[in-house]
């Protein structure tokens, strides 16, 4: 095996390399599956990346059908076309193939085709997971194609309640996905400024992590070294989408934050997603634009902290004032903008992302519990550009 190239066994089993989407097939057969169900985000579909991939596993004598029929933001109504594509076909296990929107899906769809109750039921409140049929969920491999949300490793899927005009989160550990590949290979093509956002969402991700307060030294661990492949790695994946080095360990980093975020998210994530909801913006650009007003708020409680990752990082410049300065230059050098006013977004709803924000799942892991009217101070300020 090349230096780049490794089969892990944490947090699930992941095979990653270039190259590697060939051990496809092998893989469905590994967990029992003749008749896969590939499901992708319709921007995929025709290009040669999918049809490929299906006619890989055709050539391998897996009857693999192709479903492409959900949105951005993945609503309800798709995961239920999902599972109705699912019986038609009479699939035995699902392939979820491409961003965080139809990884997300697809693991939903897994769970979906062998429960009763409906989706909403399994809503990640309390102890709601248990009322899952364990028995009924398919099998998935995961195969991510952006490297950023880190689906591929998490047990939980966002899906959009649409006619309520809420994100709401459903969870089952076993929708951790039991095989994940990581080729690079997948994510060349993806475009400067969407690897750009993609991978501040991945470092908001180790970050957050790093900085909620909950006791989880493991997830800590993870998160110090995630930033640091996001640090050296994806201004070489924006600069250059065909280096596989940059593009193999943006991927890791990816799943390293989704896996350190089982230690908790914090305020950017709780102001990006009603923003998300409200501006249909994308979720790793909110998070980039957001970064340093929540960590200028969060100074105090995760100066500590900021200090001890900055000697790791070897920045140039010491201290929780190094990291933030490295954090405006990494922005500024990938062609993110420092006020939310330049995505379109005004404060006149500042009062209701407050509310929003603090009533966000996320808001829980921040290191200092802000109420709504700061919230709502700090997205003014990040609308404004005032730091
Ligand atoms: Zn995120």
Redo the contacts with the bound molecule.
């Keep these: 095996m090349s230096a780049l190239q490794a089969n892990w066994n944490y947090p699930t089993a992941i095979r990653t390399g270039a190259g590697r989407i060939r051990e496809l097939p092998e893989l469905c057969r590994n967990l029992g599956m003749r008749s896969p169900l590939l499901i992708t985000d319709p921007g995929l579909k025709s290009l040669p990346m999918v049809q490929d991939t299906v006619a890989l596993c055709r050539d391998a004598g897996l009857q693999c059908g192709l479903f492409a029929d959900i949105q951005g933001n993945p609503t309800g109504e798709n995961v239920e076309a999902g599972v109705a594509a699912y019986r038609a076909g009479g699939h035995d296990g699902v392939i979820a193939f491409g961003g965080g929107s139809a990884l997300d899906a697809a693991k939903a769809v897994a769970l979906m085709v062998g429960q009763d109750r409906p989706l909403w039921d399994f809503e990640d409140v309390g102890d709601n997971w248990t009322r899952v049929n364990e028995a009924g969920m398919a099998p998935v491999v995961a195969v991510p194609t952006t490297a ?2 880190g689906s591929e490793v998490g047990r939980a899927s966002v899906i959009t309640d649409a006619a309520k005009h809420v994100k709401k989160i459903i969870f089952h550990p076993r929708m951790l996905p039991a095989l994940v590949i990581l080729d690079p290979e997948l994510t060349v093509g993806l475009p400067p400024p969407i690897t750009a956002a993609t991978g501040m ?1 991945a470092l ?2 180790n970050l957050e992590a790093l900085c909620s307060p909950f006791y989880h030294p493991l997830a800590e661990g993870i998160a110090v070294e995630g930033i640091r492949l996001v640090k050296d790695y994806l201004p070489r994946a924006v600069a250059d989408g065909a280096d596989i080095e940059a593009r193999t360990q943006m991927l890791v980093a990816s799943s390293m ?1 989704a896996t350190a975020f089982q230690k908790g ?1 914090g305020g ?2 709780a102001l ?1 997603h009603p923003l998300g909801a409200l501006y249909n913006a994308h ?2 650009l909110l ?1 980039a634009i957001l970064m340093p007003y929540v960590l200028k708020a969060n100074r105090e409680a995760i100066e500590e902290r900021i200090t001890r990752l900055v000697r790791y990082l070897d920045l140039s410049e010491p201290g929780f004032d190094g990291f933030l300065n490295w954090v405006l230059a990494l922005r500024e050098s990938l062609g993110i903008p420092h006020a939310l006013s330049a995505i379109g977004i005004n404060d006149s709803d500042a009062e209701r992302v407050g509310a929003m924000a603090v009533e966000d799942p996320s808001a829980g892991g921040n290191p200092v519990a802000f109420d709504a009217g700061q919230y709502a101070e700090l997205f003014r300020n990040a609308v404004h550009g005032r730091l």
């Design positions: 950023g949300t969402d908001s991700h934050g998210l950017m994530h990006a979720h790793g998070n």
